[in-house]
């Protein structure tokens, strides 16, 4: 049976199991699960002054630096140099693209090593440098032999040889920066208890995505005298 009471007198029962989803609810209603928990997909962080300088705010919702501005660059850089390669039919240089793309790592890893990332707007050009460096050194490997289709199965077996790794060390290092960062909270990484999560939990709960595991009974304790 599902708890009907109030969500936040569900998050701060001192009683109650573990919060686990409702793989069912969730396999069931798909949109209504991303609609529910649209904030965090947008903003990737919790929302606390803790994290404030990792999200900007565009139209009501917060939206992470990293991801939003590395996103669009590397989508702007894609299709700017297909239109180039297509359309105007001049000759690129795989080593600039390569080495271009190879520099353009080194500097926003460089600025986020030296904490000149924490101010926004450095942040900010930081991801859109890395963004267009990794369109770049995409587009070294696809022009390998002057034209894209040419062994195209190897060119894409080796893109994500190479993202795949690069993209489980970034989430690698973001995960154990935030549970640094919550481990150093008042909530000692509690997000069920964190006030900058509970507008998200609730929404969860209130939609029957999120629910509290059936409290264990211990079977060494006597039943009470009726």
């Not at 297909?82 to 080593?95: A, E, K, T």
């Not at 022009?143 to 062994?151: I, K, M, P, Q, R």
Request: aromatic letters at 12%.
């Amino acid at each position: 049976m599902s708890d009907k009471r109030p969500c936040r007198e569900i998050l701060y029962d001192p009683t109650r199991g573990k919060l686990v989803f409702n793989t069912r609810e969730i396999v069931r209603h798909p949109l209504r699960f991303l609609r529910a928990g649209g904030p965090f997909l947008t903003a990737h962080h919790p929302f606390c002054a803790e994290y404030e300088g990792h999200v900007f705010h565009w139209r009501g919702r917060s939206w992470c630096i990293g991801c939003f501005f590395s996103s669009i660059s590397f989508a702007v850089i894609m299709l700017a140099v297909l239109m180039v390669w297509f359309f105007v039919l001049i000759p690129l240089s795989r080593s600039w693209l390569f080495y271009g793309g190879v520099a353009g790592v080194v500097i926003s890893l460089l600025c986020s090593i030296l904490h000149l990332t924490e101010n926004k707007k450095v942040k900010a050009v930081a991801k859109i440098l890395l963004g267009a460096a990794f369109a770049a050194m995409i587009w070294s490997i696809l022009l390998y032999e002057g034209f894209v289709a040419s062994g195209l199965d190897e060119k894409i077996g080796l893109i994500l040889f190479l993202y795949f790794p690069i993209i489980t060390l970034m989430n690698a290092r973001r995960m154990v920066e935030i549970g640094k960062t919550c481990q150093g909270c008042d909530y000692k990484g509690r997000w069920s208890r964190c006030p900058g999560l509970e507008d998200l939990l609730c929404d969860m709960v209130e939609e029957g995505f999120l629910h509290p595991e059936p409290k264990k009974e211990n079977p060494q304790e006597k039943p009470e005298a009726q």
